[in-house]
């Protein structure tokens, strides 16, 4: 018997299992430095627009200082995402002139991974 047969779907949607699970990605880059604030206000709503929203997801993270540390998933109904949504937003970062460190995480539950992003 499999682990998800043991589940009705009530059990599985409270445990964010099977169809229920929860995939994302992790975010991290650096902002480049020399940009006055209205610069950064410009380029972040840029990254949300043209990185985020475009590819149908959602972000939640912070930027501290010059780093980026976030998390993107689906914002409909699938809450899996795609690798095609993670390429299309590590390419729009490497694209700009303005970040620098990227890294764009490999699709992760982010029921397992987001409380330890959390607690850090």
């Known amino acids: 018997m499999t682990k998800l047969k043991r589940y009705n ?5 409270k445990l964010h299992l099977g169809e229920f699970r929860q995939i994302g990605f992790n975010i991290s880059a650096k902002f480049k430095s020399g940009n006055d ?14 990185a985020i929203e475009k590819n149908g997801l ?11 540390e976030c998390w993107a998933w689906p914002s409909g109904k699938s809450q899996i995402a795609t ?12 694209s700009q002139p303005y970040f620098s460190e990227i890294e764009v ?3 992760t539950d982010l029921n397992q991974e987001l409380p ?5």
Do not use: N, P
Not at 37 to 43: L, Q, T, V, Y
Not at 116 to 120: M, R, V, W, Y
């Open 105 to 107: 995480g490999t699709l």
């Open 37 to 50: 604030d209205a610069e950064f206000k410009r380029i972040y709503a840029e990254f949300i627009d043209h």
């Open 58 to 68: 959602l972000l939640m993270g912070c930027w501290e200082g010059e780093t980026c």
């Open 83 to 94: 690798e095609a949504q993670r390429r299309a937003v590590r390419d729009w970062l490497h």
């Open 9 to 13: 779907r009530r059990q599985r949607k």
């Open 116 to 120: 330890k992003f959390l607690q850090s």
